[in-house]
């Protein structure tokens, strides 16, 4: 954690420093490159590149101009803040893991130093830790009566030093082996607001837990480790503790076996289970009340009064809202989030997935000149055996390069409902650069319907379930999957085998599929723009090759048709006679042979007749 500093504000003295004077200002907008491919905002503090597509703040910029240099380090040597003293900030990467990592951090509304007066780690389900959360306080009493207090997370880096963030570590619920234990057992799991209250209940015999960040924050990750258990929430007695109450109930409804809100008797304003257990409590009373509580039904009315106004934000704060930009896995095909690539059997869909998977595991390129970054592959081939998978990489890098260490496979998996979603996570959260999983296919890792009607469920649940996988930990997931054996000539996206909860579900949808023009790659996503190329399988690479946008390329076919069929023929052709020889429709034939005429690759003669330029004697 740092101290309240405005970062923003050195931004154009380090712009200066790192790159000199800009190649273009637009008022707060400064350029740099032949293209202003680099764009920093000297007032909001941001940068964004757009060649490698990356952004972010000050400390990020330092860190993408310098790289392996701490930023904190690079501001205080050149002067821009003063080490140990006012102003002076946290290192933001890594800290000694013997020392406070938050020591000198100062809050608003205070002046004095917080300092870690107690941590909490959070396991996973082999009791290996993942983060802690930690309690800070300053010395100050507020105005409740109780210390001043304020909490952060941080997680273990691979020297074992702390970082001051949780970013991309897997969220689980607090001390989860012992949760996973007592739901097997039956036995009735208090969810509490904090690690506090919840190591109160447990100190009495009871099953509890919580999650990291404090009321109002429930992650859907948390969601499936409470399937079948017998659940008591027990809310602080105040209103967020109320709203956050119902916003886990919520959450579990329908995944837990049932839920119950139970509000102690006799709380104190802002008191919690701890100072009930404190003052009164014993785990026999605690339940016997939990017993006496009915089961929470949440209604539409219900949870909109107590859930949805700590989630409804205005649109001046959306304005200044920063994201991380998105992140490009194959760029103008593949981007984070969950994508279904979808073609015929034997069309070489696998090919092209592979191919993918490979130049990100070795920062290679596809289609001749996309470079992809890169990044650790997940490459889970459900239907191809070891041999297989070793020939197809062999013919597409050869046996004399290194292969890369960074792609990994298998050709085993559980079923998304079986383990296979927690497994992709737990291989995700346990890699550095993690950037693409590839799912090939989807029919045999989907969660089976049961029954019919529930076809649309089965296929939006599984694919909505690594969305929210992919989304929340920044990789993309590509789906390998099959067309409908009828597939229909329109929309692309009906040809796609399966019910509309599919595409529906994913971020992005492509279709590789042969017609009687070749071979076409089409899709459209949320954050690529719609395609439609015309593609062609080298057998002598094993690659997919680019010919480019299909309609040019189908028109090209069509100009050659037309332009075969004046050359074979022995007299000069009018529209209908050339239509009814290639097989084209009239209006095409008559619009091409006018672009024809004008490229003067065709003669035109009286009465609409044509004829090629190799015979000119056929107009006379």
């Known amino acids: 954690m740092r101290n309240e500093i405005d970062f923003a504000m050195y931004m154009e003295a380090v712009a200066l420093d790192l790159r000199g004077q800009p190649s273009s200002k637009h008022g707060n907008e400064w350029r740099y490159g032949t293209n202003g491919s680099l764009s920093i905002d000297i007032k909001r503090g941001t940068f964004f590149n757009h ?117 991309g570590i897997r969220q689980v619920p607090y001390r989860l082996p012992e949760l996973i234990k007592a739901i097997l057992q039956g036995k009735t799991v208090f969810i509490t607001e904090g690690e506090k209250c919840a190591d109160a209940v447990i100190a009495l015999g009871g099953a509890a837990t919580c999650n990291a960040m404090g009321a109002g924050k429930f992650p859907d990750a948390l969601v499936p480790f409470f399937g079948g258990a017998d659940i008591c929430i027990l809310p602080d007695n105040d209103e967020p503790g109320a709203q956050h109450a119902a916003l886990v109930a919520s959450k579990l409804h329908g995944t837990a076996k049932q839920v119950r809100i139970l509000e102690l008797p006799d709380l104190p304003p802002k008191g919690d289970v701890a100072d009930w257990i404190a003052a009164w409590g014993s785990l026999a009373q605690l339940y016997k009340l939990a017993e006496a509580t009915p089961i929470h039904a949440p209604t539409s009315g219900s949870a909109k009064t107590s859930v949805l106004p700590s989630a409804i934000m205005h649109s001046k704060t959306l304005k200044t809202k920063e994201f991380q930009p998105i992140k490009y896995i194959v760029r103008g095909y593949v981007v984070e989030g969950a994508t279904i690539l979808a073609g015929r059997p034997k069309v ?71 383990g296979g979603l927690d497994a992709i996570k737990a291989w995700i959260t346990s890699k550095e650069t993690p950037r693409l999983v590839v799912i090939d296919v989807l029919e045999a890792f989907r969660t089976r319907a049961r029954g019919k009607d529930n076809v649309y469920a089965a ?16 990789v993309a997931i590509l789906i390998v999957h099959h067309l409908r054996k009828a597939a229909s000539d329109g929309d692309a996206q009906d040809k796609i085998s399966g019910t509309l909860g599919l595409t529906g579900a994913a971020d992005t949808f492509l279709v590789l599929d042969s017609g009687p023009n070749g071979v076409t790659l089409e899709g459209r996503g949320r954050d690529i723009m719609e395609i439609n190329r015309s593609v062609l399988f080298n057998r002598d690479t094993c690659r997919w090759e680019i010919l480019g946008e299909a309609a040019d390329v189908r028109r090209s076919s069509e100009r050659n048709k037309i332009l075969d069929a004046l050359r074979d023929a022995t007299e000069a052709m009018t529209p209908t006679m050339i239509a009814a020889e290639t097989g084209m429709k009239n209006a095409n034939v008559r619009f091409l042979l006018g672009k024809l005429v004008s490229d003067r690759e065709v003669l035109k003669g009286k009465r609409s007749q044509y004829a090629h330029n190799d015979h000119p004697n056929f107009l006379k």
């Open 51 to 167: 060649e490698t597509n990356e952004g972010g703040g000050l400390l990020e910029f330092i860190r993408s101009e310098k790289p392996g240099t701490d930023a904190i380090d690079y501001l205080s040597a050149h002067g821009h803040i003063r080490p140990n003293g006012n102003g002076a900030a946290a290192p933001d990467i890594a800290y000694d893991a013997a020392s406070d990592p938050f020591k000198g951090v100062k809050f608003k509304k205070t002046n004095k130093q917080f300092h870690i007066v107690k941590t909490w780690a959070y396991a996973d389900e082999t009791g290996a830790e993942l983060f802690e959360v930690c309690r800070l306080e300053n010395g100050e009493t507020g105005d409740d009566g109780k210390p001043r207090k304020t909490y952060r997370q941080r997680h273990q880096g691979h020297n074992g030093e702390y970082i001051d963030n949780v970013k």
């Open 348 to 418: 070489g869909k696998s090919w092209l997935a592979l191919d993918w998977g490979l130049a990100v595991a070795r920062s290679g390129f596809v289609f001749g000149d996309v470079h992809c970054k890169e990044g650790e592959v997940l490459y889970i081939a459900l239907e191809d055996n070891e041999r297989r998978l070793q020939s197809r990489i062999g013919k597409l890098l050869g046996y004399e390069s290194e292969w890369p260490e960074k792609f990994n496979y298998a050709t085993e998996w559980p079923r998304a409902n079986e």
């Open 459 to 474: 296929d939006y649940e599984t694919i909505k379930a690594l969305q929210v996988i992919a989304s929340e930990l920044h």
